[in-house]
């Protein structure tokens, strides 16, 4: 069965969608103001989506002798009918808290176990869905109440059987309600053998949103429910578990709560789709590690190719060894020397490089290089060449001649074993990170008496940590220190803005820092800097974060000196082809228009055959430069 979705405002509820998590305050607040809104903070800061109150009409739930007296009543009764009365909030306070919960920037919910509770909230709030408990998915009197507001439901089927549930669903389905059901096992707190996820797995069959309401012990299930594909979270909220009441036990600490959220959202993350794709990090250690086809003795041009012509090792920078069949009994093109790659384009004539003309790229264009590849490109007549340094090369000597073209020189990441990490919260890190980059600074200079104009500097600022450092300001202001330390004169600098994650030997870290314009701006303004704008670190910490990319570029593009051109997907796929990822080239063009500094594709691999993925870029550019 196809699943509809519910739709909430302008957000979508269902499968491919965010998991919309609830904070479940309840009665929590103990009848206390101040620990309501703490509730409703500790929601907000957590990443919730929505905070929950529990709104009842006593006299309309109980029976009057109940009310009157709760002692003659089962034990459970003589404990619960003087909290509720106790903890209940007034519709005044409830409107304090709307307009505390529009401040924080989180949704304001209240579920209503009645009737008249549920027109006060009606006539009085601004309640975007209604939430449905547990002891009321068979009320069938509230529900086609509740129905007629015209707004969406959802509703927890805990205490209900299969049959209770189906004619609910039909219920609803008759009022045309937009409802989503969440599994959920009413006991506080629930044994972990008795919480049954799978039964989410029936659920589904309704053709709606299904969700887990959770008052287990701990953070585990909840994540679980969202692998198992839950597409909304409810978990009660409370600042301490030992106050009086029935759902403290049952409840998450903030800080439970918070690494609830943060572990859904990395579980959303790592669901991907059902195929199989190749992340960044995957990439980079299939280079290191695996094999490709190389040539174990020179092939003359026109030689047909033999498999003892041919060795299988590492790197795989060349053809896969899968493809040995394709390439024995292959005519040579070219030329092949001993421990060349063969590649694609050994299999084929390739007119993109043979028919590559740059007269109308507009921008000041160059090719990522290394010392000991860059005068190849020489017949294609590059404006700028940015050499992309290891700490080898800081040792090497500098190549011989002069030349017409800009410098750029692009620091080390890495120095043999260690990332150089310049916003490090270790002192000796960051210590070696300055050496390094000094270093390659001084290089720069000498370097640039061999080229034209004054050469620009490229650096990544660190502050990378593998969780979320929870002090960023402090890595800022450890940057603008470390850049004032740096001796550049004759060089312009440029720090590099970064992903909001960042793959460092192959895994994964958290930026913390330098991504996002207002700070950058701030930072680049009290060290008197420009910079080098990524284009697709930037796509991607605003996919991560929800930033419009072009507003980005805007604020920017006063400070932007140099650029790195590749397009982005998702919040982990970088160096992309251009027209390959999520960015719009045209907008960005028109965000850039009449921009007169320098760029280069930075496409992942783009240095292999002859640099072919460079020029396919800079082709591709040139047709949203017209």
């Not at 009737?115 to 009085?124: F, G, P």
């Not at 069959?205 to 299904?210: A, S």
């Not at 040995?324 to 384009?345: N, P, S, W």
């Not at 740096?486 to 870290?509: M, S």
């Amino acid at each position: 069965m196809i699943e509809r979705k519910l739709t909430i405002g302008n957000r979508l509820i269902g499968s491919g969608e965010p998991c919309f998590i609830i904070a479940e305050a309840g009665v929590n607040h103990n009848g206390s103001m101040v620990r309501a809104k703490q509730l409703i903070d500790a929601a907000a800061m957590a990443g919730a989506d929505a905070v929950k109150f529990q709104k009842r009409n006593l006299e309309e739930i109980y029976q009057k002798k109940v009310l009157d007296n709760p002692n003659d009543s089962e034990q459970k009764y003589q404990f619960l009918i003087p909290m509720l009365k106790e903890f209940e909030l007034s519709n005044d306070q409830f409107k304090e808290l709307e307009k505390y919960a529009k401040e924080k920037g989180i949704m304001f919910l209240v579920n209503p176990w009645d009737i008249k509770s549920a027109d006060k909230l009606e006539e009085l709030f601004d309640i975007p869905f209604y939430k449905i408990g547990s002891p009321d998915l068979t009320n069938s009197e509230l529900l086609s109440h509740v129905a007629d507001f015209g707004k969406p439901m959802v509703l927890s089927t805990g205490m209900s059987t299969t049959e209770e549930i189906k004619e609910t669903v039909k219920l609803l389905e008759e009022n045309k309600v937009n409802f989503a059901l969440l599994h959920c096992n009413s006991t506080y707190p629930a044994p972990f053998d008795k919480i049954n996820l799978k039964f989410m797995e029936k659920l589904r069959e309704f053709g709606v949103p299904v969700g887990y309401s959770g008052h287990e012990r701990g953070i585990t299930v909840a994540m679980g429910a969202v692998a198992m594909g839950a597409s909304i979270i409810e978990r009660h909220l409370t600042t301490d578990k030992n106050l009086e009441g029935t759902d403290h036990k049952a409840s998450l600490l903030p800080e439970e709560f918070k690494q609830m959220v943060q572990g859904i959202r990395e579980v959303e993350m790592s669901l991907g789709k059902a195929e199989r794709i190749l992340s960044q990090g995957e990439m980079m250690n299939r280079e290191i590690l695996g094999k490709s086809i190389i040539v174990g003795k020179f092939i003359p041009d026109g030689t047909i190719i033999t498999r003892e012509m041919l060795e299988i090792k590492s790197p795989a920078k060349g053809l896969s060894p899968q493809r040995l069949k394709d390439v024995v009994g292959v005519t040579a093109q070219r030329d092949i020397f001993a421990g060349e790659f063969i590649t694609e384009d050994d299999l084929k004539d390739d007119s993109l490089m043979r028919n590559f003309r740059s007269d109308d790229i507009k921008w000041q264009w160059g090719i990522v290089v290394r010392f000991h590849d860059f005068q190849k490109y020489l017949p294609y007549e590059p404006k700028l060449f940015e050499f992309h340094l290891s700490d080898k090369d800081l040792e090497m000597s500098l190549p011989d001649g002069n030349f017409k073209q800009e410098l750029i020189v692009h620091a080390p990441e890495y120095s043999y074993r260690t990332y150089l990490n310049l916003v490090s919260v270790n002192k000796e890190e960051r210590e070696l990170a300055l050496k390094n980059l000094q270093k390659s600074l001084d290089l720069t200079k000498k370097l640039g008496e061999k080229f034209t104009g004054k050469p620009k500097f490229v650096f990544h600022s660190g502050g990378v940590t593998l969780a979320p450092y929870d002090k960023p300001q402090e890595l800022v202001q450890i940057l603008v220190d470390m850049i004032g330390r740096l001796k550049g004169d004759g060089v312009e600098i440029l720090p590099e803005n970064l992903p909001a994650r960042n793959w460092i030997f192959g895994g994964e870290y958290v930026t913390n820092i330098f991504m996002f314009a207002d700070e950058i701006k701030k930072i680049l303004d009290q060290t008197g800097l420009k910079m080098c704008f990524d284009t697709s670190h930037s796509m991607l910490a605003c996919n991560m974060h929800n930033i419009d990319i072009y507003e980005e570029i805007k604020k920017l593009r006063p400070y932007i000196s140099h650029m790195h051109i590749s397009d982005g997907a998702g919040v982990g796929e970088e160096g992309l082809q251009v027209g390959k990822g999520e960015i719009d080239w045209a907008k960005l063009m028109g965000v850039m228009d009449g921009y007169q500094n320098t760029m280069v594709p930075e496409i992942w691999q783009g240095h292999l055959h002859n640099g072919r993925g460079f020029f396919q870029a800079l082709t591709h550019l040139k047709g949203y430069m017209k």
